[in-house]
DNA sequence: CGTTATGTTCGATG
DNA sequence: GCATCGAACATAAC
């Protein structure tokens, strides 16, 4: 599910029932989320402590501690992160869950164990370690600096808006629902488009992520309502171009399948 | 049983 | 150095 309108939800969750709240208690399920960092030392830094602001990057969620640090949540292919009240019943595949004092929890879910869960110092530090980009809704990120990362590289369209090091948040579902919003076939160098092409890719790259934050709900709850003319409910076997109607192509590249329209998007 | 999956990384290869 | 490709990770769902 989470690409940045996904995350960005998950951070509206965080803010709105986690934040300012005593942690009483840290339920580590599945220590593998962790990584190398042991439930323990996980659960102590917690335990007590209360977050205090919550901030996304691309496709990472983080959560200012009071004592000092951050977490840090990474939601890989089924993560989610949920709140859970104090009668509810924990969600299926929680991995992690932080227990508030009197008033239920957030569950960090995953299904897949694709993901983490961590604990680091600094934020700013944290984002350059991860190698990533300015965050594709960052309103200093133009066109311009977008343009002076990319237009010199010879890779395919669709991998350079997936690359997290040159502009964070975007995966492999909005990446197609952006291509085809700019009717740019997703296997174009991106150096051979014309620089108008490029600035409509840059341009509806940020309106389709907007708008898909808007919803405040992941891509799934995103395709039962999208916007008319969208291509991510008819992303599956099968699926028609919502605009002329022809039938969509599948394709691969980089590993990742892919839908384009052959008549819109000359893909 | 085989196939596929929203992310990322690593190694091999061109 | 750069780009591409496949595999791996771990697991459920179709």
Known sequence: MPELPDVEGFRRVLAKNGLRKAIVRVVVRDARILGKLSARTFAARLQGARLVAARRHGKHLMA????????????????????????????????????????????????????????????????TAEGLGPDALDKRFDFAAFDAAVSRSKRDVKAVLMDQAIMAGIGNI??????????????????????????????????????????????????????????????????????????????????????????????
């Open 64 to 127: 200012k501690i009071d004592r000092g640090g951050w977490l840090t949540l990474h939601f890989g292919l089924t993560g989610a992160l949920q709140f859970v009240p104090a009668s509810g019943e924990e969600p299926a595949f929680t991995r992690v869950r932080l227990d508030f004092a009197g008033d239920g929890g957030l569950a960090y879910t995953n299904k897949r164990m694709i993901g983490r869960v961590g604990l680091v110092e600094d934020a700013a530090d944290f984002i």
């Open 174 to 267: 909005y990446s197609d629902e952006i291509l085809f919003q700019a009717r740019i076939d997703p296997a174009e160098r991106i150096d051979k488009l014309a620089p108008g092409q490029r600035k409509r890719l840059f341009l509806k790259a940020r309106a389709v992520l907007k708008a898909a934050s808007a919803h405040g709900a992941g891509s799934e709850r995103f395709a039962e309502r999208t916007p008319k003319g969208s291509l991510l409910p008819e992303r599956r076997k099968g699926g028609i171009c919502p605009s002329c109607r022809s039938p969509l192509k599948i394709f691969k590249l980089g590993g990742r399948t892919g839908y384009c329209c052959p008549r819109c998007q000359g893909c």
